[in-house]
């Protein structure tokens, strides 16, 4: 797929990193909140 999008091969690494990341939970489940409760935050913010 990389190569498909043309990203360079010293790059590869990275790009695999990021994938590996996206398994892992949020911040937020330490707080009760599923993935929907992120927005509801967000709103809140100052």
């Not at 360079?8 to 949020?26: C, M, N, Q, S, W």
């Amino acid at each position: 797929m990389l190569d498909l999008y043309g990203v360079i091969t010293p790059d590869f690494p990275d790009y695999v990193k990021l994938y590996d990341r996206a398994d892992e939970r949020g911040w937020w489940y330490a707080y009760g909140l599923d993935d929907r409760g992120f927005v509801s935050i967000e709103a809140e913010a100052r």
